[in-house]
C-alpha cells in the first residue's frame, strides 16, 4: 500500500494567489482529515470527512480556506486568496475507522510557502 | 474534552528506557488515551492506544494508573533514530470527540 499521498510537496506563491493542495487517502478508509502544522500552534485539525461528507470543519480558520472530498479516494485542500500567515505544512490523513479518536493514518504533508 | 500535559522536552541516551509522562487529570469515563510519534519532516505515526492498566506492542508499552488521570509511556531501549516529537491526546472513540494534538514530548536521543 503507497500509503496516503499528498501532491504537491512544496509549494511557494506569492499572496493573494489560489493554492490547491491534493490528497489521496489510502484505499477503503471511510474517514479522511486535513491537518495544519505551524510552530506557534502545533498540529491543528482543520477539517474531517467521513464517507466523503464534511462532518466537522469547526477547525477551518475563515472562509478563504475550503476542502472538497467528490469521492472516496479524492480531496483537496483550497485556499483563496492567500496570505503570509497561512504558510504552514499541511498534513492529509485517513482511517477505516470513524472519528478522529481512532488511529489515524498520515501522510507526508505539504510544505506551502506564501511571500 | 480532556486537557493533556506532558513535558516539552526530554533527553535520553540510546540503550536507555524512556519513560514520557502525560497527566490529563480531567479525562472521562470512555475516553481513551492514544500516543502518536512524530519524525521530523514526516507526518504523525500511531503508536499505541490504550484505556486502562497496561498495553504493549512491539514499539512501545503504555501504563495507565487505575485512576487514569496519567499515563506513561514506555520505550526500550533507545536509539537515536527513536528521536522526534510523541504526543498524547484524550478522547472519546464513540462520541466522535476532536481530539487536540498540542506540542507535544521533544526527545532527544543522544548517543
Known amino acids: 500500500d503507497a500509503g496516503v499521498i499528498q501532491s504537491p510537496r512544496h509549494e511557494v506563491t506569492e499572496m493573494g494567489q489560489e493554492v490547491t493542495l491534493r490528497c489521496k487517502p489510502i484505499?477503503?478508509?471511510?474517514?479522511l482529515f486535513w491537518y495544519r502544522q505551524t510552530m506557534m500552534r502545533g498540529l491543528e485539525l482543520l477539517i474531517y470527512f467521513n464517507n466523503n461528507v464534511p462532518i466537522d470543519d469547526s477547525g477551518m480558520p475563515e472562509d478563504r480556506f475550503s476542502a472538497k472530498m467528490p469521492n472516496a479516494s479524492f480531496s483537496t485542500l483550497k485556499i483563496q486568496p492567500s496570505e503570509p500567515r497561512d504558510s504552514a505544512v499541511y498534513f492529509c490523513?485517513?482511517?477505516?475507522?470513524?472519528?478522529?479518536?481512532?488511529?489515524?493514518?498520515f501522510g507526508p504533508g505539504t510544505r506551502l510557502t506564501v511571500t | 474534552l480532556a486537557k493533556t500535559t506532558q513535558p516539552i522536552s526530554m533527553d535520553s541516551y540510546e540503550g536507555q528506557e524512556v519513560n514520557i509522562t502525560c497527566s490529563h487529570n480531567?479525562?472521562?469515563?470512555?475516553?481513551?488515551i492514544t500516543w502518536y510519534q512524530q519524525f521530523p519532516s514526516q507526518g504523525p505515526r500511531f503508536i499505541i492506544q490504550?484505556?486502562?492498566t497496561k498495553v504493549t506492542n512491539e514499539v512501545a508499552s503504555l501504563f495507565i494508573p487505575a485512576d487514569r488521570k496519567s499515563s506513561t509511556l514506555s520505550l526500550p531501549r533507545v536509539s537515536l533514530s527513536d528521536t522526534a516529537v510523541y504526543y498524547c491526546?484524550?478522547?472519546?472513540?464513540?462520541?466522535?470527540?476532536?481530539?487536540?494534538f498540542g506540542k507535544g514530548t521533544r526527545l532527544h536521543i543522544l548517543p
Open positions: 490504550g484505556y486502562k
Open positions: 490523513a485517513s482511517s477505516p475507522w470513524t472519528g478522529t479518536v481512532n488511529e489515524q493514518y
Open positions: 484505499s477503503g478508509h471511510n474517514s
Open positions: 491526546l484524550v478522547g472519546d472513540r464513540d462520541r466522535d470527540d476532536k481530539i487536540i
Open positions: 480531567n479525562i472521562a469515563t470512555n475516553d481513551y
